[in-house]
């Protein structure tokens, strides 16, 4: 035996109220119920249901039969009935009020638009269809007023409102029925609210009897959601009052006040959108409010003109309105502080949201629906301004063209999109149970409450979890992603920069487009038209998204020192990533990503060089950490470890160089960006440098030995700066090899085996590219470039003991292993620690034999034409002068002073000044000067994209210099070179003193 609870029933007098109805026999349902029982489990409340249908039966009292017999036979009527019964009380009882209404929702419902659904409303008031629109001379006026017409057109209303609620919720009960969608229900409604406006109108024009001959003219202009076609059920609707002559405005102000006390009887009409808002005048002329907005409007009132559309009255009148106004609408963006004003608006609007209500707050919460709004009509007024298909009054129809026209990304878009519908369904679905105005989500608590608006919205158990859980989950799911959404389009940097370019800019002729390119500092305007006109051709989604960024990207290469060669860097990297899916999308949505590629592309040659080829570090632009704060360490591992996965010695080389390239791109752009200091500039090219030798060396020695066995262990000692831990960005690696025979090996053989590895190594490393150059330079190695590439530990130490030289002993003070077997590399430090460390130091002979190798090398290295004061290498106080000075004084005093033994120039200055060996101030000017030159270095190879050491003498090259090595935009890039001058001088007084003695 069945019981009623089988079907969603609960109540206790359910199964009499079903007797009652001849629904239920001795057994169960009565036979041929059988779908009329699913449809009652389906509904949003059966017992709500079930106590409806017992009402409606009473109240239609002998006409209940041909009802019940309709409820079996016909399932668009019972999903209609059923469905409104359990959803909205209100309804519920409007349908007992007027049973016979019924009939309305039987057999298929005939589509209604604004025109049916204003007839019907005319009919209501006893208006003339045929008339003109009320609020025009000779327009239609009701022939009813006062409560009489109230009453007829609240009661129409409702039995329309009823249709569209019951087409909404049918599929609730009965899912073989269509959908409407959320587009066609808030159409529905919006159209529904503009009828009752027109009929409303027509009552007051009635009441205010105007003259016959009255040239008067009102125009009612919808807003907000009424005005988007996007209306909610409880709603209120915004106007604003358009009026014409100006002698006729008491007549008009009076229409507008009745037509909005005759509309109220069926919702609450709001004008507080118009000038000066409830304090300003209810209707002015078309000048008026010409006048206002040119003058006196604030951001927002631009921002609720995006929805305006002339809905009654007079049509012409506000279609004149319209076309006065929107010019407005579409310079908003230009404004000072226009991006910073709207959003600071939507920060207030969410504080206004009590405490504790903040996440239930469908609409005016975090994550709720004024979130889409808000963050889809800050869009539309920006880029809106050149793309008129994005001027749509609708959010979810600018939502789809932002995401048509790539302003926003394909699957943001869509997400949004579904949210914002789902967030609608919840706060239609809310709003219709009382058909009170609310937005609060239950509280999660309240299971009742849940349980029937999960049901409402369509939402079922899964079996696994109850419809309340799966409510719970779902809006948490929607809520959280339009904050997330929300923040990332709504706080988008790049929209204040798009804000901020004037809007004439955005949409220019081919000759004012030269004109405007060469008054922001384009030396070839043609040239970056044709950039320009490169990028953005076709219809293409890309060529959309390269439109929306160009006018910003073209000033922010202005304000950098080659905006000419930026802007072709960035055709460049464009086209080349042109397959790269997310390329565009970061730059659209990253606007730090934009400002900073902007800085880099005309600033430094080498950024894309490197960019082409290593795209991925365009991801690190947007977060600093990422990009300045990697530890060198963990990337040298990283590095060798994956290098090490290749057999192949010249494999395993070529993702060594694609590992060194995306790290060297990585710390360039720090330090352009100014976010990485020398130091970590110095260590981490270093770091790098030595992790490509030593997975070289690594791939070599399992080549070499493949063939005939391990011979040898080898170390690889870095010299020069790579021993100092201080390579720039175009050093060589100065190295040399040692080896040692393995157990059984005899010294020949080792070497041999151990020349081979390091002439593979060499080749490799040395061989082209279009990478930076990796350079192994063995220069420095005994006998230079007519000695063994490789010698064992006691050839050097033998060489060293009987010919090696003052400047060799120079040279080997930044030796320090860098790769191969360490504990070889320590012992080579042990055997050269007497030569380098001499004890007593050198004698008078030594020191002048340095000074004038010195002394030679300043008068015969520096290249023909260059500038010795501006040379960063060899110049005076360059870095020549810093090290050789610091190398002076530790070949002199390091066998005494421990803390001087040191491969590291800065660190052997602080060193020489602890042990009184050098006055602070001079360290200081030392240290200054050695940084000025490495930054100099560093920076112009970077702008050049090869390496040199001599600093440019003027024009956009030393300006790029100047910015790459961190002087503010604007700044004479003369300053440089004075101060460059001027440290550099100040270092060589000190190199003049201290390593000349003069």
Not at 62 to 83: F, K, V
Not at 230 to 242: C, I, K, P, R, T
Not at 667 to 685: F, I, M, N, Y
Not at 803 to 808: A, C, I, K, N
Request: with cysteine; net charge neutral; charged share 25%.
């Amino acid at each position: 035996m069945l019981s009623p609870a089988r079907f969603g029933l609960t109540e206790d007098r359910a199964e009499q109220r079903l007797r009652t109805l001849g629904w239920w026999g001795e057994t169960g349902p009565v036979s041929g119920s059988e779908r009329l029982f699913t449809a009652l489990s389906r509904s949003p409340d059966p017992d709500l249901v079930l106590r409806g249908v017992e009402r409606l039966a009473e109240a239609l009292g002998p006409g209940w039969s041909e009802l019940a017999a309709a409820l079996g036979e016909d399932t668009g009527l019972r999903g209609r009935l059923l469905g409104v019964l359990g959803a909205s009380t209100a309804l519920t009882d409007h349908l007992v009020a007027r049973p016979e209404q019924w009939r309305r929702l039987a057999g298929s419902l005939p589509a209604q638009d604004v025109d049916q659904f204003t007839a019907a409303l005319f009919e209501a008031v006893s208006a003339d269809p045929t008339a003109g629109p009320p609020g025009s001379p000779d327009g239609a006026r009701a022939g009813v007023v006062g409560q009489d017409a109230m009453r007829a057109l609240k009661t129409a209303y409702r039995d329309l409102l009823l249709d569209v609620s019951a087409a909404d919720l049918a599929p609730v009960v009965e899912p073989t029925l269509p959908e409407p969608g959320y587009e066609a229900v808030t159409g529905a409604l919006a159209d529904l609210a503009v009828a009752v406006l027109r009929a409303a109108l027509a009552v007051s024009v009635a009441q205010h009897a105007p003259d016959p001959g009255s040239s008067c003219r009102l125009a009612v202009i919808a807003m907000g959601k009424c005005g988007g076609r996007e209306l909610n059920y409880v709603s209120d609707v915004d106007v604003v009052f358009v009026a014409e002559p100006e002698a006729e405005l008491s007549l008009a102000t009076q229409l507008a006040s009745g037509m909005m006390r005759v509309a109220d009887a069926c919702f609450q009409v709001d004008a507080a959108l118009r000038p000066e808002g409830k304090a300003g005048a209810l209707v002015r002329t078309l000048d008026g409010h010409v006048s206002y907005y040119r003058r006196w409007a604030s951001t927002w009132e631009f921002q609720a003109l995006l929805k305006a559309r002339p809905v009654a009255g007079d049509i012409e009148l506000g279609e004149r309105y319209l076309a006065a106004v929107r010019p407005f609408v579409w310079k908003a963006a230009e404004h000072e502080g226009f991006v910073a004003d709207v959003q600071a608006m939507r920060r207030r609007v969410e504080n206004h949201v009590p405490p504790g209500l903040t996440d239930r707050e469908l609409k005016l919460g975090r994550g709720g629906l004024r979130d889409v709004e808000f963050a889809v009509q800050l869009l539309q007024l920006v880029h809106g301004r050149t793309d008129e298909s994005l001027r749509s009054p609708s959010t979810v129809e600018a939502l789809a063209a932002l995401g048509r026209g790539g302003y926003v990304g394909r699957m943001d878009a869509a997400d949004l999109g579904d949210s914002y519908r789902f967030l609608r369904l919840l706060e239609h679905r809310l709003q219709l149970r009382r058909l009170r105005r609310t937005h609060l989500f239950p509280e999660e608590n309240d299971t009742a409450a849940l349980r029937w608006l999960a049901r409402a919205a369509g939402i079922r158990p899964d079996g696994r979890h109850s419809a309340d859980e799966l409510l719970l989950t779902e809006y948490r799911r929607h809520s959280n992603r339009v904050r997330r959404l929300h923040e990332k389009l709504f706080y988008r940097p790049l929209l204040e920069a798009v804000a901020r370019v004037p809007t004439e800019a955005l949409r220019l002729t081919p000759a004012a487009a030269r004109q405007r390119l060469s008054a922001l500092g384009y030396t070839s305007p043609d040239g970056a038209l044709r950039h320009i006109q490169a990028l953005t051709a076709g219809v293409s989604r890309r060529a959309a998204i390269q439109g929306a960024l160009l006018p910003v990207l073209l000033d922010l290469l202005a304000n950098t020192p080659d905006p000419d060669g930026g802007l072709l860097a960035y055709r460049r990297v464009s086209e080349a990533l042109a397959e790269t899916p997310w390329y565009l999308r970061l730059l659209r949505d990253e606007g730090a990503v934009v400002e900073r590629l902007a800085l880099l592309l005309g600033t430094a040659r080498t950024v894309p060089d490197l960019l082409v080829r290593a795209p991925e570090v365009l991801r690190l632009l947007s977060d600093t950490d990422a990009l300045a704060g990697r530890d060198p360490d963990e990337v040298a591992g990283s590095l060798r470890r994956t290098v090490a996965r290749h057999a192949d010695p010249a494999e395993a080389v070529i993702a060594a160089r694609s590992l060194r390239r995306h790290e060297l791109l990585r710390v360039a752009c720090a330090d352009l960006l100014g976010v990485l200091e020398l130091p970590g500039v110095c260590r981490a090219l270093t770091t790098v440098w030595i992790a490509v030798l030593q997975a070289a060396l690594d791939a070599a020695e399992r080549a070499v030995a493949a063939r005939n066995g391990r011979a040898a262990r080898i170390a690889v000692i870095g010299m020069g700066r790579l021993g100092g831990g201080e390579l720039g960005y175009g050093s060589d690696a100065d190295v040399m090899f040692v080896c040692e025979p393995v157990a059984g090996v005899d010294e020949s053989t080792a070497v041999r085996y151990a020349t081979a590895v390091a002439e593979l190594v060499r080749r490799l490393l040395n061989a082209p590219s279009q990478d930076p150059a990796l350079q192994v330079d063995i220069d420095l190695r005994p006998e230079g470039r007519s000695g063994p590439l490789v010698r064992t530990l006691p050839s050097y130490r033998a060489y060293y003991e009987q010919w090696g030289e003052v400047w060799e002993a120079q040279a080997l003070l930044r030796a320090r292993p860098v790769a191969g077997d360490p504990e070889l590399g320590e012992r080579f430090l042990t055997a050269i620690d007497p030569v380098r460390y001499r004890a007593g130091g050198l004698d008078t002979a030594m020191v002048r034999e340095i000074r004038r190798i010195k002394a030679r090398v300043d008068a015969e290295r520096l290249p023909r034409g260059a500038d010795p004061a501006t040379h960063t290498k060899l110049g005076r106080g360059g870095l020549a002068d810093v090290e050789w000075t610091v190398q002076l004084l530790q070949l002199r005093h390091a066998h005494e002073q421990p803390a001087l033994r040191t491969t590291s120039t800065l660190d052997g200055l602080a060193a020489a000044t602890e042990a009184d060996l050098l006055d602070a101030d001079d360290a200081a000017a030392l240290a200054a000067g050695w940084r000025m030159a490495t930054r100099a270095r560093n920076a112009i190879t970077l702008v050049r994209g090869k390496p040199t050491d001599q600093l440019p003498r003027s024009g956009r090259e030393l300006a790029a210099v100047a910015r790459a090595m961190g002087y503010p935009p604007g700044t004479d890039p003369g300053e440089l070179v004075d101060d460059y001058r001027r440290t550099t001088r100040r270092t060589r007084a000190v190199v003049e003193r201290v390593f000349y003695d003069s």
